[in-house]
């Protein structure tokens, strides 16, 4: 039969979910669940993975995968495998979006045990994700025909019709998939030449004398620049703001009240007037930054907590039972059974309970399964309202490991153990929303598509136990390489978790700090500010948001442009945010690699200083501020040029 060429306007409502014809007619019989699919959403999903980590524990902050895995997935179909399966498309694009739900799961509470001087396993990451993950799709099975078919119109899941239109267009053309792989492969050679040869430096800055000796820089990064124009110029300019705050208003008046103290002030052990402006944005600014972010995430919660209610009452008075594959039923109603529901609660609690990696006890596993319960059906309704970006999954985890920390502490678990096991239970359930959350998001696309919802949840836990394994070893290579809270890698969602736990368990932190911060974050509540944004860029070193900054300014660039003809100035909005999508993979995966060969020695020599070649064959340019201030602006045009540029663009 003739393939269709877009949408019909039914997938948007109008008619009832279970009149809809989907995309692929369920009388028309198309391979779904194969080798080439499983595999390259498998491939795509560890992709996304890494390049999620590595960036998430720089900035806070993870790209959605949907839209671009949809891209590279229809294009590695049609240009390699010479196939036009839409069905298969979707298969990969639903994996590999797993990849980004674990690995903002893993780095908001995983590297908090790093951070407390204990040991984390690849083993442990490995097992806290597969089990949030099981978790994560299975609670959401029950709710799926209710939340996707029957509220079909009333929940839009904006970033599943996103995916479901880029499927159908995308096996279309292949320019989509060629914008993407050339951000990817600029943002890796952009990487190697700062990162591998060294030829400029990654994060310059500069000295502001008058300002008490703050510092002013940037990091000189594609993937940060990609960010800033995935984000757009407000949120940019609401972590500028931030950043502005805290380098030049916060540390100087720090430094300056603080140059005649004779004393160390808490929680430093040294002297405010031999600190310069890194060590006190370390032990003081930090503090306040993440009562700021926690402030958010409360309030954030709290707005949601009418929606949190209803979609929870809703969710329940509309679940239903699975139906059987061997039954007379089309393919898009067939789903998981029941049965296996409530077995894989159950098997995760036994788990919880008795693996020796996790030493949950009893009341740590029930409380597991009863939060990742409540909260995966919370974040797979808001992911209908609102999309899978703007889900507030840090709010629900803070609520989460408030409870938690609360009852271990109150039944017995104390100290450093208690800890961990807080934080372990807060893991499990932190994965288990963000999954939750992007496999409503799938599913939703999965319903326009016409696939089999039951074979995309097992292959998207494929995707998940899979690119675990990845996300581990990123971490793991990253805290070896670099450090955990580092000013390289300052993971700061999992020092905000932390810092809430060992605040509950201890009651041992700079509060005053912290309630300063909070103080901030209810400021920007009641002035109409965005909390998380302002949060981050207080929270943050300056370098990322002025990046971030450079990137929405680009994008501004290219929007005004083609402001006055709209339907031209959507589509080269759209290439950009692909070519900048190419940009963060590119640069965090050549970032990795570079981890890699810094941390394999030759000869008492690590591989990454025999090739960075800037420092030994012109020192004065490599290590100039304004070098990399050039590189960083050619870079600029470039992506400029690149987004604004009419030729080419896909039908």
Same mark, same amino acid.
């Given at each position: ?35 080439? +699919? ?155 030449? +700062? ?413 990454? +200083? ?42």
């Amino acid at each position: 039969m003739e393939q269709k060429r877009k949408l019909s306007h039914t997938a948007y409502g109008g008619i009832k979910g279970e009149d809809y014809v989907p995309f692929v007619p369920t009388s028309e019989a198309m391979p779904e669940t194969t080798l080439v +699919s499983i595999a390259i959403g498998c491939i795509f999903a560890i992709v996304f993975a890494a390049a999620n980590v590595y960036l998430g524990l720089q900035v806070g902050l993870t790209i959605a995968a949907g839209i671009p895995a949809s891209i590279l997935g229809a294009g590695m179909l049609k240009i390699v495998f010479k196939r036009n399966n839409i069905l298969e498309a979707n298969m990969i694009q639903s994996i590999a979006s797993m990849g980004e739900s674990i690995a903002g799961g893993i780095i908001f509470t995983l590297p908090a045990i790093i951070m407390w001087g204990m040991k984390l396993s690849l083993t442990t990451i490995v097992v806290c994700t597969s089990i949030g993950g099981l978790l994560g799709i299975l609670f959401v099975v029950p709710f799926r025909k209710y939340l996707i078919v029957e509220q079909h119109g009333e929940l839009v899941f904006p970033e599943g019709m996103a995916a479901s239109e880029v499927l159908v267009t995308g096996m279309e053309g292949g320019s989509g998939f060629k914008t993407v792989m050339t951000g990817l492969l600029g943002g890796g050679v952009f990487k190697f030449l +700062s990162s591998g040869l060294a030829l400029w430096k990654e994060a310059p800055e500069w000295t502001i004398a008058p300002m008490q000796n703050t510092i002013f820089g940037f990091n000189a990064m594609a993937s940060i620049a990609g960010v800033g124009y995935i984000v757009g110029i407000e949120v940019a300019l609401y972590m500028f703001g931030g950043a502005l705050v805290a380098w030049f208003g916060l540390i100087p008046l720090i430094k300056y009240v603080g140059a005649g103290l004779a004393a160390p002030l808490f929680p430093s052990t040294e002297l405010i007037a031999n600190m310069d402006a890194w060590a006190i944005w370390s032990k003081y600014i930090r503090y306040i930054g993440a009562g700021a972010v926690a402030a958010g995430g409360f309030i954030s919660l709290g707005r949601s907590l009418p929606t949190i209610i209803k979609s929870f009452k809703t969710a329940m008075a509309g679940v239903g039972g699975a139906q059987d594959e061997n039954k007379n039923v089309k393919r898009t109603d067939i789903d998981t059974p029941m049965s296996w529901v409530l077995g894989g609660a159950v098997l995760v609690f036994l788990l919880c309970w008795l693996l020796p990696m996790l030493r949950l006890g009893i009341i740590g596993s029930i409380l597991v399964v009863l939060f990742s319960f409540f909260f995966a059906v919370v974040s797979a309704r808001m992911a209908g309202i609102i999309g899978v970006s703007n889900n507030p999954v840090s709010g629900m985890t803070i609520a989460t490991l408030l409870f938690v920390t609360a009852v271990l502490k109150a039944t017995g678990y104390t100290g450093n153990a208690g800890m961990l096991v807080a934080i372990t239970a807060g893991a499990i359930v932190c994965i288990g929303i963000a999954v939750a959350g992007g496999a409503a998001q799938s599913l939703k696309t999965t319903y326009i598509i016409g696939g089999t919802p039951k074979r995309v949840e097992w292959g998207m836990y494929a995707g998940v136990v899979i690119a675990s394994a990845a996300a581990g070893g990123v971490l793991l290579m990253l805290n070896a390489t670099y450090g955990m809270g580092t000013k390289a890698i300052p993971a700061p969602q999992a020092m905000l978790m932390s810092m809430v736990v060992k605040g509950v368990m201890t009651a041992q932190l700079p509060w005053a700090l912290v309630f300063v911060g909070a103080i901030i974050g209810i400021f920007c509540a009641l002035a109409g500010l965005p909390i998380l944004p302002v949060a981050l860029g207080l929270y943050l070193p300056i370098h990322l948001s002025a990046a971030v900054l450079f990137g929405g300014i680009i994008r501004t660039l290219v929007d005004k442009k083609f402001e006055n003809n709209e339907a031209q100035g959507k589509i080269q909005t759209e290439r950009g945010i692909l070519l900048s999508s190419g940009l963060v993979a590119g640069d965090a995966l050549t970032g990795i690699v570079i981890a890699v060969l810094t941390a394999i020695k030759i000869g008492g020599t690590t591989i990454a +200083s025999k090739i960075m070649v800037g420092p030994k064959i012109m020192p004065a340019v490599a290590e100039s501020s304004w070098t990399a201030l050039v590189a960083f602006l050619i870079l600029g045009l470039w992506i400029y040029k690149f987004s604004s540029k009419v030729e080419e663009v896909a039908k």
